[in-house]
């Protein structure tokens, strides 16, 4: 847990200065980071070509910018933070006055010291976010600035995305999607990025997952549009997902539903909460949000769940240079990632059985499964495979509900048990030949 912290920690002191948007180099240095940890492979969507009802913009690549005074000193400097740039900002270099370059310049009266996070991919514009302080100062000048947005646009550019397709036992197929186009900003978006990428790497270490994982890096929107159209039949048949962000602040857990509130990926999140003993702040479904609007659309209606610690909208640094690594960091990180591998175990373990015993009882203490002792029932049973009672437990609501109709989710609900004490009785029946998997 410690060396995953400090993992996660170096991780996010690497990537946080980089400018990233929906396309160009910063995006490629990102995924050249992320791939020292788990071999995504990058797909890249060339520039101009029609998604749906978008298109991949053209590549944007921005090398510096500034607002100089006339003695040449930087007043606005985007090698101190590059979210002083309005993203996919077009290149200007000219003498203004502020009462010209007002109209361009970002801030915000509600966190005066803090600097916007603004974009402009559809529209060509031009555009400096600043401090408050900064703004009052530039309005103080009576002279002109020399203003410079060294930025290109490039037609023949292309959109980079990642992907690590992880094939499982069986061919059903789970999604985990998280977005890749946020510049220097923590935990909108790196939390997700880092969540997602360890997810990834777990998924490939060790055993053989039961169902398919796909996890995907995508720019927001255009992103999730151009990698559903060009995976559309894969995609139309995956059971669930979970959409990563905004997982890393100091604040509560939360948990924002499907659309469709009691699906599989909704019950296995409210058990991983409940078995943590974790309270999280409850967000029903709407239909704003990030990539679910796509996921979830009427063609493909995939039901995701996302795990936040400091969910988008609701903190105060929200699209700000103060979603910084102060607010940020591993440990807080760690804890939405503790739920989310929960999630995912249970998914992935879940299963519906069917009794090979189905008339009455079997009988368990002749496989270990039961005390032999009678009388131990409800007290510890150290003369069996059975750790402790509620194992005993575990196995009798198994053996109930073994009829092809109830899966272990089901069951762990019911019964109270925890879903992982629940999966491993699973485990112990199927290995004792007491019941067998159906896969419904
Ligand atoms: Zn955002």
Known sequence: MKQEISELDELLSMLFPICRSLTGDGNRETFRILQEVAPIGIIEYPSGAPIYDWEIPDEWNI????????LGNRLVD??????HVMGYSEPIHQWMTFAEIEPHLHCLESAPDAIPYRTSYYQRDWGFCVTKAQYDDLKSYRDRFEIKIDSEFDKNGSMTV??????????????VSTYCCHPSMAN???????????????????SKPKYSWRFIFVPETIGALAYLSHNENALKMVKGGLVITT???????????????????????????????????????????????????????????TITKDKYYEYPDYHTSCD???????????????LYRHVIKILDENTT?????????????RRGLYPTTGGAINQPA????????????????????????????????????SADRVLEAGNKLESAGLVRSVHL
């Open 78 to 83: 985007f090698r101190k933070s590059n979210l």
């Open 63 to 70: 090398h510096d910018a500034f607002i100089k005074d006339k």
């Open 353 to 365: 059985y069917l009794s090979n015993f189905p008339n009455g009882e079997p009988q368990l203490g």
């Open 382 to 417: 150290m003369d069996s495979l059975c750790s402790d009672a509620s194992d005993i437990d575990a196995i009798m609501w198994i053996m109930f509900f073994s009829d092809g109709k109830h899966d272990l989710l089901e069951i762990a609900e019911k019964s109270g048990i």
């Open 162 to 175: 990642g992907e690590i397709v992880v094939q499982g036992e069986l061919p059903t197929e789970y999604l």
């Open 188 to 206: 909108d978006n790196l939390s997700g990025l880092l969540t997602a990428l360890f997810l990834a790497r777990d998924c490939l270490s060790g």
């Open 324 to 338: 910084n690594l102060d607010f940020v960091n591993g440990a807080q990180i760690f804890e939405s990632l503790s």
């Open 247 to 305: 997982c890393g602040g100091p604040g509560r857990l939360g948990y924002k539903e499907s659309f469709l509130k009691e699906h599989l990926v909704d019950r296995a999140t409210r058990l991983a909460f409940r078995d943590q003993g974790r309270d999280p702040v409850h967000y029903p479904f709407v239909p704003d949000g990030s990539d679910e609007r796509q996921y979830s659309s009427p063609a493909f209606r995939i039901p995701t769940i």
